[in-house]
């Protein structure tokens, strides 16, 4: 039987329709103490509809986790949609990967021809107001029975996954910290990032203790906000009102609930998602000119960029030095802050899908607009990677302009 991480043989092809991502959108984020959840998502679908140019009857699709008892049926009914083709998976962070993946798959084979994908959430907003409580634990049952007893929560698994690579491969708290740094310096330049000021990595080393080695400048922050992405068929390109962003290639892995059947620690599924999306595009990393990666915490960053093959395990340490993921660096990742000073109201995936369209569309304003790697004009090409649980789940999903 096949490992967690082995990758299983690809489907026999088939002609296919083109599908592009023709509107994105952001709702209000950061501290947002008004709307609920509801509005932040009708926001979002709101202006990504506006965005495309699209009339809303062209919607036949849609996809959404993490709201309501049927989610997606609730908020399709929030929205006054009626889709005939939905997706409700919930894989935590991953999810918005994963369900672009679904929804490209269904528009290529004809099942859909525009889906609409959306998330809102007010998180902080409802901490701030106690309706909610932080979360320790993702619960009680099933396999994580055999671990909650043991107070090991999400940053915790985090932190011990960290402390692997640290003593497997020789990373170091600084070369971590580097990675907040640098989402720090890329969040300076974006109006809507809800922290800008700058840090350094003694800054990072000194703030508070979350779970070790992490303190909290190595955690992401906790925010309100949502956001929207409308995939189409090719059909529907010449009508958008803007220049399309191709869906190039897609993967999904999952690999582990329980870390004790977790086989490795410094490989997180992305070795195989990214694998599945680079091979189904015809791509290498060589080819990519921006990532966007899930990065509740600064070490989620560094094991993605070496899973996805951007440098060889072990080496993410010395990879993520020197500036390489700033907006002018050698790889710009999380051009827009991240996770970790941008925003982040939860599953934060599909906020990775709106600033790689954006890059690539050159809407970014001239402060953090990235250029093709090694040269000049517009990106081409770039990459999403969610990330869910504590290395759980991965989806990743590859865009360009041609």
Known sequence: MPGPLSVPPEPPSSPRRRVAVVGVALSDCGRVDGPTPYALHAQAARRALADSGLDRSVIDGFASAGLGVLAPV??????GLRPTWVDSTSVGGSTWEVMAAHAADAIAA???NAVLLVYGSTARADIKARRRTSN????????LQFEVPYGHTLVAKYAMAARRHMHEYGTTLEQLASVAVQARANAAANPDAMFRDPITVEDVLTSDPIADPFTKLHCCIRSDGGCAVLLAAEDYVPDSAKAPVWVLGTGTAVSHTTMSEWEDFTVSPAAVSGRRAFAAAGLTPADVDLAEIYDAFTYMTLVTLEDLGFCAKGEGGAFVEKGRLLRDGELPVNTDGG?????????RGLFLLV??????RGEAGPARQVTKRGGTGLP???????????????GTVLLGRG
């Open 339 to 347: 996770g970790l000073s941008a925003c982040h109201p939860g599953m």
């Open 136 to 143: 320790l634990s993702f619960g009680s049952r099933g396999p």
């Open 380 to 394: 081409e090409v770039a990459l999403a990677s969610g990330t869910g649980g504590w290395f759980c789940s991965s």
């Open 355 to 360: 600033e790689a369209v954006r890059q690539l």
């Open 110 to 112: 004809g099942h859909a």
């Open 74 to 79: 609730e908020v399709a009914e929030y929205l």
